[in-house]
């Protein structure tokens, strides 16, 4: 029974035009499972997000507003252990707690103001995906086991299917070749044409024109925003550029 009730979701999300009629089969998913609100998405600013970020969230709309202005995207100790572990994780639980910071603490009781009390947090880790989780805030009847498994997994499957039609929508990002991916990644650290030349045994004038080859796939008119748009769309990380 319950592979059938997984496959039964599974043909919905797969049969979805769109990332807001997937959203609407999940939620009501997650209320018929005993969540009072869920949030599958991207670990972003959610009312700005990046065009690839996935964001199915349906939390009160003064709380989003909240969570904006005061930029609680880089602190939320939520997003902090959902990229930290693999495996789900209660909002109450002390392990989860245990060494969290003032300001960290205050975002979980703001958020229990909110309406968002007690949670489960389903990680959600994918190489060619921005961090993110699914959070499913537990109704006032608590939530079944069973129901919480099932949930799991529904949440996975539910942020993959919204990936692939985001990025469906997005236009092909370039793909620098592996020696511009080297160059650039130089660049960001501050190294010229010379200095390139010296470290990859290239003349200066190769480096000049791979520079000029991952500048023009950007379109763009300088070096600086050639690095930035190679960081943001991760073909370089910024861990690759720290000297």
């Keep these: ?3 059938r009730v997984n496959w039964a979701f599974a043909e919905i999300c797969d049969g979805a035009a769109s990332v807001a009629d997937l959203q609407a089969a999940f939620m009501r998913e997650m209320r018929a499972l005993g969540f009072s609100y869920a949030a599958c998405a991207s670990h972003v600013d959610p009312l700005k997000p990046p065009a690839e970020a ?15 202005a005061k930029n609680y995207a880089t602190r939320d100790p939520v997003f902090r252990a959902a990229r930290q572990q693999t495996l789900p994780f209660q909002w109450s639980d002390v392990r989860f707690r245990r060494g969290l910071a003032a300001d960290q603490l205050r975002i979980l009781h703001e958020a229990a103001e909110a309406g968002l009390g007690d949670g489960i ?5 994918a190489p060619d995906a921005l961090p993110a989780s699914c959070s499913l805030v537990i109704g ?22 919204a990936r692939r039609l985001q990025m469906a929508q997005l236009p092909a990002k370039p793909q620098l070749s592996p020696r511009e991916r ?3 990644q130089l660049l960001g650290q501050g190294k010229d044409d010379g200095a390139m030349a010296v470290i990859l045994g290239l003349s200066e004038h190769t480096v000049h024109n791979i ?5 023009n796939k950007y379109g763009v008119a300088s070096r600086v925003q050639a690095f930035v748009r190679a960081l943001k769309d991760g073909q370089i990380r910024l861990e690759d550029v720290a000297t």
């Design 211 to 215: 520079v000029r080859r991952a500048m």
């Design 1 to 3: 029974m319950q592979a």
């Design 182 to 184: 080297q160059c650039v």
């Design 140 to 161: 006032p009847d608590g939530i079944d086991p069973l129901n919480a498994q099932r949930a799991t997994w529904f949440g996975v499957y539910a942020h993959e299917c």
């Design 121 to 125: 947090t389903i990680p959600i880790h």
């Design 54 to 68: 996935v964001m199915m969230v349906d939390y009160p709309q003064t709380w989003l507003e909240r969570f904006s």
